[in-house]
């Protein structure tokens, strides 16, 4: 299903069930894979691929509730820019992890020698 379609039906059911019932169900949906991804944490054998499956569900449930809440808030392009922004940010902090790490192993092994 194409980006448009789907969000001409979110837009329905904001009309439809109002502002305060979606951001409810986002809120109820974000628990749900909380409470899914602790549940995966403590499985074993078997039950690792029942809880995936779980997840998997959850993932679609959030990611549907967080459109709507983009829509809802008309955020979308806010929230893209605050991505780029945290992406890069998290970027050049592992990139100066990354230098310090080298930096003190360089200086471990000057020491050695
Ligand atoms: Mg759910």
Same mark, same amino acid.
């Given at each position: 299903m194409m980006t448009e379609e789907r969000d001409k039906i979110f837009r329905r059911c904001i !009309?439809?069930?109002?502002?305060?019932p979606q951001i409810d169900v986002a809120i109820e949906e974000m628990s749900e894979l909380i409470k899914a991804l602790l549940k995966w944490r403590r499985a074993g054998g078997a039950?690792?691929?029942?809880?995936?499956? !779980?997840i998997v569900d959850e993932l679609a449930d959030v990611r549907i509730m967080v459109r709507q809440m983009e829509i809802l808030f008309q955020c979308e392009d806010e929230v893209e820019k605050r991505i780029d922004y945290k992406v890069r940010r998290q970027e050049e902090r592992m990139g100066k992890s990354k230098v310090i790490r080298n930096v003190l192993q360089e200086a471990e092994h000057g020491e050695k020698e």
């Open positions: !009309c439809t069930y109002g502002t305060n039950g690792l691929t029942e809880a995936r499956v !779980c």
